[in-house]
T-cell receptor
């Protein structure tokens, strides 16, 4: 079962613009992670935010977490064509939080 | 070169045949995971293993089997009981006390 949904399902922007993706989840978490997937490839970890954190930055990435609303957002600033990919949020789950449950993903297209 | 490898990259199978997908890691990670991804969708967990000689079913284990005889290896067998096996299969590992999963490049399985 998938933990939550991502919004929007697809996003198309121009280079230099900012891209914002949202993720909602259903149960209590220890942490939430964002991953990136280029077409036909494996996933690459981008950033992890713990349940006691509200905001985290990594380069051009900014992640926020609102545990009261069970939601997170990923902001990519000054986007580049190379940012074109699918982006997934994942929350830890299961006994001992050993599993990850992935959202449905946002497909981002950045045009030159 | 540390990492996680999957082979083959592409696999074609006739209906009624079992096939085994390889996943190897040299990251010294204890935990390993198998996911299935269908077009335009997120990842769904098939099986996972937290330690050698032990594994647990994920959300969609029916029609699949795994073994974990060595720390480095976690092969997935897609059996003829899996009704709709055509998909992209991703293997991941986790270890060192971190929550991040590291993904292989994936195997695309097509049933002819």
């Amino acid at each position: 079962s998938q933990q939550g949904e991502e919004d929007p399902q697809a996003l198309s922007i121009q280079e230099g613009e900012n891209a914002t993706m949202n993720c909602s989840y259903k149960t209590s978490i220890n942490n939430l992670q964002w991953y990136r997937q280029n077409s036909g490839r494996g996933l690459v970890h981008l950033i992890l935010i713990r349940s006691n954190e509200r905001e985290k930055h990594s380069g051009r990435l900014r992640v926020t977490l609102d545990t009261s609303k069970k939601s997170s957002s990923l902001l990519i600033t000054a986007s580049r064509a190379a940012d074109t990919a699918s982006y997934f949020c994942a929350t830890d789950a299961g006994v001992g939080f050993q599993k990850l449950v992935f959202g449905t993903g946002t497909r981002l297209l950045v045009s030159p | 070169d540390g990492g996680i490898t999957q082979s083959p990259k592409y696999l074609f199978r006739k209906e009624g045949q079992n096939v085994t997908l390889s996943c190897e890691q040299n990251l010294n990670h204890d935990a390993m995971y198998w996911y299935r991804q269908d077009p335009g969708q997120g990842l769904r967990l098939i099986y996972y293993s937290q330690i050698v000689n032990d594994f647990q079913k994920g959300d969609i284990a029916e029609g699949y089997s795994v073994s974990r005889e060595k720390k480095e290896s976690f092969p997935l067998t897609v059996t003829s009981a899996q009704k709709n096996p055509t998909a992209f299969y991703l293997c991941a590992s986790k270890g060192g006390g971190a929550d991040t999963q590291y993904f292989g490049p994936g195997t695309r399985l097509t049933v002819l």
